[in-house]
């Protein structure tokens, strides 16, 4: 099998309302589909949600990227030898990682393809189901309490808060949510980095009575002292998000026990070979993962979900990018249901376009 065409689309798609957080705010989600055709007529998708404030890609890189470097190295190559592509990818391109997670994620579709299984199944096929959080932008407390009421009445088990601007609204945004909602539904709090390392602490030794899953990313990416700082000084388990992206961020965050937990998003790693690395690696060091996302239509969510189903070290799902979007431009990949998503039998990632945009 030879791969004879490579395609790339940059879509934009409205939000169904503004999503804020520490680091800024979002309006519209601007992505890139990638399309690899082969001469056996198995067809792979993929997708890349560049970020240029967590990896430092804009529409424009990841364009260029994929047009200029990464299309000649793949044309005549048999997209079964993902271990081969991606190394050269790799040393061909030193950063870039959602636009290498676009072929990387096609890459694997056309494998579970032509092994004519799901995903999920071809990379172990531990679960079948996994709850996810949805989370809740910032806003002002009584709007914050509202969105997680409605949440909650449509099934959502798992409630993630973003946080990180001001301390003392955010103190009062957690005591508010138990006071409506009990404590049968989970609350997990993501800050996106927003807190100094002393104003932090003070902020989860006050919200520890309200029974917090975990905080992610509590401090600046690049402050691993900072990190560590907090999770000696509180009692909430720490994630680790924007500080990993890659399984070289993994062992220095491990040999530094600067966090209880890691957040794998295929857009920051690369895409799933490097995901399953640093599983493998968090695993071996006694630490549970979490598969999150960016906001990301259901090509990418669809295959982080069958990647969360596929191993036993995902204990913890973040997979709720694709109920951001007014519209998507794919069906399947993925189904969210009473907070649970899950995957069809179809083969490979699962997805189809809604239309034709090649």
Request: charged share 25%; net charge negative; with cysteine.
């Amino acid at each position: 099998m030879k791969i004879t065409k490579v395609s790339i689309k940059q879509i934009k798609l409205p939000l169904k309302q503004p999503f804020k957080i520490a680091l800024g705010t979002d309006y519209e989600y601007v992505g890139v589909v990638i399309r690899i055709e082969t001469d056996e007529g198995i067809i792979g998708l993929g997708e890349a949600s560049p970020s240029s404030r967590i990896t430092g890609e804009t529409i424009g890189t990841v364009v260029d990227i994929i047009e200029s470097k990464i299309k000649p190295l793949l044309i005549g190559k048999n997209p079964l030898n993902i271990e081969r592509i991606m190394d050269e990818i790799n040393s061909a391109i030193l950063h870039n990682p959602s636009a290498k997670c676009a072929v990387d994620i096609a890459l694997y579709d056309i494998l579970s393809k032509y092994a004519k299984l799901p995903l999920c199944k071809l990379l172990g096929g531990f679960k079948e189901e996994i709850v996810t959080s949805v989370t809740v932008g910032i806003k002002g407390v009584k709007d914050t309490v509202l969105e997680t009421i409605e949440l909650v009445e449509q099934g959502a088990k798992i409630i993630k808060i973003k946080i990180g601007l001001d301390p003392v609204e955010d103190i009062e945004k957690i005591r508010a949510m138990r006071e409506e909602i009990g404590y049968d539904i989970k609350i997990r709090i993501d800050a996106n980095q927003g807190y100094e390392p002393r104003e932090v602490i003070k902020v989860l030794n006050e919200i520890e009575q309200y029974e917090i899953e975990f905080v992610e990313q509590p401090v600046a990416y690049w402050d691993i002292q900072g990190l560590i700082q907090v999770k000696e000084s509180v009692g909430i388990p720490v994630m680790v998000d924007e500080s990993l992206l890659s399984s070289y961020d993994a062992i220095n965050l491990i040999k530094a026990e600067a966090c209880d937990i890691f957040n794998i998003k295929l857009m920051k790693a690369g895409g799933i070979r490097e995901a399953i690395k640093i599983s493998n690696i968090a695993e071996s060091a006694g630490i549970s993962c979490m598969l999150g996302c960016m906001v990301e239509t259901r090509i990418g969510v669809g295959a982080a979900t069958h990647l969360a189903l596929a191993l036993k070290n995902i204990k913890y799902a973040d997979l709720d990018g694709h109920l951001f979007l007014k519209k998507d431009i794919v069906e399947g990949g993925v189904i969210t249901e009473d907070g649970i998503n899950r995957v069809t039998s179809k083969e490979g990632v699962g997805v189809k376009l809604i239309k034709e945009i090649f």
